[in-house]
């Protein structure tokens, strides 16, 4: 009876210290939770993680949906450098506005030739001549007045031949103005065919460059969506990345948020280096995500979060790679 008296006691003086401990621990982890929403610093560097991405280097292309829905032609492949500009793929639509360009094209270039022949072609030469014989008959009738005014024709006959003269000279001389007004009338009637056809040939060209996609910004193919001959998909053609614009994305919970400011410094590693960087906070998001999290032992909760981005003091030692998992150490 003695001994499981004393089997007894020791137990429940186990039992006292585990419950002792237990409640020794939790009041530190509440003071500390506590401490951190009240926004009190706690002991320690402020650590998260984060991976390499270029948000303002990054550009999804998807083409002009004028352009065609169908892939016709991709011109480049996964890991491919390329230039603003440079021309990635071809759209459905190109053909037939090729040909609408050339054919506007053609028919610009008729009607320049015509526009050239009117003002130093024969309808010139028409014009030169005809005042030729304007200039001709001027002269014809002053030596016609000079002959009438020393004959010695009755002064009715003399009348009629000087009527007769004039009658021809102002002949020549409306025919001349006819061919100069026709001219100026076909001048400007080829004038507004052309204005016509330059009208229709930029619209043509418009539609033709619609087929084409183009890359915005320097960069590096990441990605492709759509294969030749595919349908052009939500996702669109490809991704382009300008890898000179890589920057650190991390993210740590809001509660932390009074220890990171802009200009702050950082010390980062990526993984699979020892190497330490220095580097600079150049961005604190002013929006919190919210996101579940569902744990083993306390269950799923919610946590805040604030992006951070993150540029290094030296930004040629940036690797040049995307989602490659850094360490942040907020100095």
């Known amino acids: 009876m003695t001994r499981m008296t004393k089997f007894l006691g020791v137990g429940l003086g186990v039992v006292a210290v585990v419950a ?5 621990l939790s009041g530190g982890l509440g003071r500390q939770i506590g401490a951190a929403r009240e926004g009190i610093r706690a002991p320690g560097p402020l650590i998260s993680r984060g991976y390499t991405e270029a948000p303002a280097g990054t550009a999804v292309i998807a083409g002009n949906p004028s352009g065609g829905a169908v892939l016709l032609e991709l ?9 603003r500009n440079d021309i990635i793929a071809v759209l459905s639509n190109y053909p037939a506005a090729d040909v609408a360009v050339r054919s506007a094209e053609a028919e610009l270039v008729k009607a320049r030739q015509k526009r050239e022949a009117m003002v130093s072609g024969f309808r010139l030469a028409e014009l030169v001549m005809q005042e030729v014989v304007v200039k001709t008959e001027a002269e014809s009738n002053k030596l016609k007045v000079l002959q009438l005014e020393r004959s010695s024709l009755p002064p009715d006959q003399k009348e009629l031949e000087l009527n007769i003269a004039a009658q021809g000279l102002e002949r020549e001389q409306l025919k001349l103005r006819l061919q100069k007004e026709t001219l100026a009338a076909d001048l400007a009637q080829i004038e507004l065919e052309i204005s016509i056809i330059m009208a229709d040939l930029d619209n043509a060209r418009t539609t033709r460059e619609q087929a084409l996609v183009r890359t915005p910004l320097d960069g590096v193919v990441a990605e492709i969506y759509t294969r030749q001959g595919e349908q052009v998909s939500g996702n669109g ?10 920057r650190i994305l991390a993210e740590i919970d809001d509660i932390h948020i009074g220890r990171v400011v802009q200009g702050g410094k950082v010390e980062v590693t990526f993984r699979g280096s020892p190497i330490v960087y220095q580097g600079t906070v150049s961005r604190v998001s002013p929006v919190v995500k919210r996101l579940k999290r569902s ?19 030296d930004p040629a030692r940036m690797p040049r790679v995307l989602s490659r998992e850094t360490r942040v150490v907020y100095l």
């Open 20 to 24: 002792v401990a237990a409640l020794a």
């Open 75 to 83: 011109r480049v492949i996964d890991g491919q450098k390329v230039k």
């Open 237 to 246: 053609i490809a991704k382009i990345v300008d890898l000179s614009q890589v």
């Open 295 to 313: 744990q083993a032992d306390s269950g799923e909760g919610n946590v805040n979060l604030v992006e951070v981005e993150i540029v290094l003091d």
